[in-house]
T-cell receptor
Framework: AQTVTQSQPEMSVQEAETVTLSCTYD???????LFWYKQPPSRQMILVIR??????QNATENRFSVNFQKAAKSFSLKISDSQLGDTAMYFC???????????FGAGTTVTVRA | DAGVIQSPRHEVTEMGQEVTLRCKPI?????LFWYRQTMMRGLELLIY????????DSGMPEDRFSAKMPNASFSTLKIQPSEPRDSAVYFC????????????FGPGTRLTVL
C-alpha cells in the first residue's frame, strides 16, 4: 500500500474561519488520484473532493479546495468559511490510475467552534 | 439509489462466536471493498472484488476471516471464531469502473467482541 501521511492529528477552527489540512504521499508513478474523505460523528464516509494527478488545476468544491503540489507530493485541503457541520475526521487517500485500491492516511480531526 | 447498504449496524457477540456482516453495493457497480477501521490501525483494506471475483485479499488478517460475493448485489464478511481484537467498524464500499476510482461507502457495522 502507498504511504499517505497526515501530520496533524487534530485541528480546531472558529466558525467562519479557514482551516488547512496537510497531506503528503509517496509514489514514483505519474498517474494516480487523490481524495479527501470526511467522516462525521455518524461515521459515514463521504467524498469531499477528488484530484486527478494529470490535471494541474486545483480541484474546488464549494467551500472546499485543494492545493496539489505534484513535485512535492503534497495535497492539502482548505476549508473556507468553516461551518459547525464541518466538524469531522478528514482522511486523505491515494489510488493508482489503474488500481481501485485506496490507501488512507491516519486522519485529521477537525473541530469547528461556535 | 439507496447507496451502499450494510447490516447489521451494530453487532455485539462473545468471543468464539461466528459473525457475519452483510453488504449490498450500489446497483451497477463493478467493484466491492471491505475495510476495517480501528483507532490503532486506521482504515485498512481487507479484500476487494471485481465482478464478484476476489481480486486482492492480502489485507485479510487471518484465516478466521473470509469474504464471499455470490452475486452482484450481495457480499458477506465472516469471522469464525471471533476474538476481542476483531472489535472494529467494518465498512463496505462500492465503485464503478472508469469513475475516477471514487468509492461510495456504506454506514459501517460496529462490531464488539466480548
Amino acid at each position: 500500500a502507498q504511504t499517505v501521511t497526515q501530520s496533524q492529528p487534530e485541528m480546531s477552527v472558529q466558525e467562519a474561519e479557514t482551516v488547512t489540512l496537510s497531506c503528503t504521499y509517496d509514489t514514483s508513478e505519474n498517474n494516480y488520484y487523490l481524495f479527501w474523505y470526511k467522516q462525521p460523528p455518524s461515521r459515514q464516509m463521504i467524498l469531499v473532493i477528488r484530484q486527478e494527478a494529470y490535471k494541474q488545476q486545483n480541484a474546488t468544491e464549494n467551500r472546499f479546495s485543494v492545493n496539489f503540489q505534484k513535485a512535492a507530493k503534497s495535497f492539502s485541503l482548505k476549508i473556507s468559511d468553516s461551518q459547525l457541520g464541518d466538524t469531522a475526521m478528514y482522511f486523505c487517500a491515494f489510488a493508482y490510475f489503474n488500481d481501485y485500491k485506496l490507501s488512507f492516511g491516519a486522519g485529521t480531526t477537525v473541530t469547528v467552534r461556535a | 439509489d439507496a447507496g451502499v447498504i450494510q447490516s447489521p449496524r451494530h453487532e455485539v457477540t462473545e468471543m468464539g462466536q461466528e459473525v457475519t456482516l452483510r453488504c449490498k453495493p450500489i446497483s451497477g457497480h463493478d467493484y466491492l471493498f471491505w475495510y476495517r477501521q480501528t483507532m490503532m490501525r486506521g482504515l485498512e483494506l481487507l479484500i476487494y472484488f471485481n465482478n464478484n471475483v476476489p481480486i486482492d485479499d492480502s489485507g485479510m488478517p487471518e484465516d478466521r476471516f473470509s469474504a464471499k460475493m455470490p452475486n452482484a448485489s450481495f457480499s458477506t464478511l465472516k469471522i469464525q471464531p471471533s476474538e476481542p481484537r476483531d472489535s472494529a467498524v467494518y465498512f463496505c464500499a462500492s465503485s464503478l469502473v472508469n469513475s475516477y476510482n471514487e468509492q461510495f461507502f456504506g454506514p459501517g457495522t460496529r462490531l464488539t467482541v466480548l
